[in-house]
């Protein structure tokens, strides 16, 4: 993750949305005479970001739980004062899919702007059948409008919704049963995801809904170890891409997910929004050998950013990653966690032409400057966005 394969002076040669040839300014200068040229001096060209881990399907920013946690109250305040996720879940219900496919469009353009060309988009806060297959349509609405890749996740599995708080598992038999077999048939997902977590779904309600996923063909990731620790175990058997968060990862799962090609994906935007003094253990598992991807997070409730430069700046700071590690992580590991490292997350020939542009003279400035954006041009697919 420290060696970023840097070429000074580096070209990128781009025909028809793909990358075609890589080396030196001089090197390429020779084989392309005829193709258009960008000047590149003293920018850092970077492959576009790959942001594995987002929640765009929501109608409104939750400013009750922004004001009101700054202020102190709990979980339960928050809910009581209409806030928490219950909020999100009536804006999803009462929307459009054109509606949610707005929002979405837009927080994928301004990804974007910020670098990032491959976005995994989850649904989640839709809750019912109904709901969480009009918040996949509304992904790939936007997705059709939007020249980056999106992979899209059914997130039926955020939290149990309401009127199945007193009777969860029949809401998990929906889901196993309806949900993921529909959206399967529809090809509105490629991955199906779980909140394994205290207040969301025990251990063995995660397994079943897997394993309803893999029976239906999807690919499976788990938000998991976030606020309790949950043995990984248990999750093997469905080989999921990521693991999620993994704030409270043990030790001994440490150990075993070196040994596997699974990713973990940290979300220090999360804890960074929340307040939180405690970061997930990125030093810890990059030096065990464990493939570490950064997102992030984007979500209404924890993490209203889509920004991975900011993303980046977190990891150094907080949790001591080095600015080429964070950025391994926010491109080639990032693709690893969507199994999409054939085509993304690197500048190699024959990979998908997504290649952002910084103002940057050395690629440590991407993870230095805090909250400012220096992308100056992404391409996304060979298509340049602007904005
Ligand atoms: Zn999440």
């Known amino acids: 993750m420290r060696d970023l394969g840097i070429i000074e002076d580096g070209a990128v040669l781009i025909e028809s949305g793909k990358i075609t040839a890589v080396g030196t300014t001089d090197e390429l200068r020779r084989q392309s005479k005829n193709a258009d040229q960008i000047d590149c001096s003293s920018k850092v060209v970077l492959p576009g970001f790959v942001d594995s881990h987002t929640h765009p399907v929501f109608a409104a920013p ?3 739980d922004f004001e009101k946690r ?13 806030g928490g996720i219950r909020a999100s879940i009536r804006g999803v219900r009462e929307s459009t899919t054109e509606q949610l496919g707005g929002h979405v469009l837009r927080a994928f353009n301004e990804m974007a702007a910020f670098g990032t060309t491959t976005v995994e988009a989850k ?9 969480e297959l009009k918040s996949l349509e509304a992904i790939q609405q936007a997705a059709r409008q939007w020249p980056g890749t999106v992979v899209a996740t059914l997130l039926g599995a955020h939290v149990p919704p309401p009127e199945y708080r007193e009777n969860p598992d ?34 063995e309600q995660s397994a079943r809904i897997l394993r309803a996923a893999v029976a239906h063909g999807l690919k499976t990731r788990a938000h998991v170890n976030q606020l309790t620790q949950t043995s990984l175990e248990g999750f093997t058997e469905f080989h999921p891409a990521s693991f999620d968060h993994m704030d409270n990862v043990s030790d001994d ?7 596997l090609e699974t990713v973990a994906t940290l979300l220090p935007a999360a804890n960074y929004f929340l307040g939180l003094g405690a970061f997930p ?12 991807a950064l997102a992030t997070d984007y979500n ?15 990891a150094c700071t907080h949790m001591k990653m080095s600015p080429a590690e964070a950025i391994a992580a926010a491109t080639f590991n990032g693709a690893c966690a969507l199994g999409l490292q054939h085509r993304k997350g690197s500048i190699e020939p024959g990979k998908d032409a997504d290649v952002a542009i910084f103002e940057a003279t050395d690629y440590r400035e991407l993870a230095y400057w805090v909250g400012v954006n220096r992308c100056r041009r992404v391409f996304l697919n060979g298509i340049e966005l602007s904005w």
Do not use: N, Q
Not at 70 to 82: P, T, V
Not at 253 to 259: C, G, H, P, R, W
Not at 300 to 314: D, E, I, N, W
């Open 170 to 203: 029949e809401y998990v038999r929906i889901l196993c049963e309806e949900m993921i077999p529909e959206a399967a048939r529809r090809e509105l997902a490629e991955y199906v995801d779980v909140f394994c977590e205290r207040g969301a779904f025990t251990l």
């Open 281 to 292: 253990p990125a030093r810890k598992l990059i030096d065990s050998g464990v493939a570490v």
């Open 62 to 64: 939750r400013l009750i």
């Open 300 to 314: 209404p409730g924890t993490a209203p950013t889509t920004s991975m430069p900011f993303v980046l700046s977190v």
């Open 70 to 82: 700054i202020a102190g109250a709990s979980y339960e305040e928050i809910a009581a004062a209409g």
């Open 123 to 131: 649904s989640g806060y839709g809750l019912s059948l109904e709901s």
């Open 253 to 259: 799962d440490i150990a075993m997910l070196s040994k």
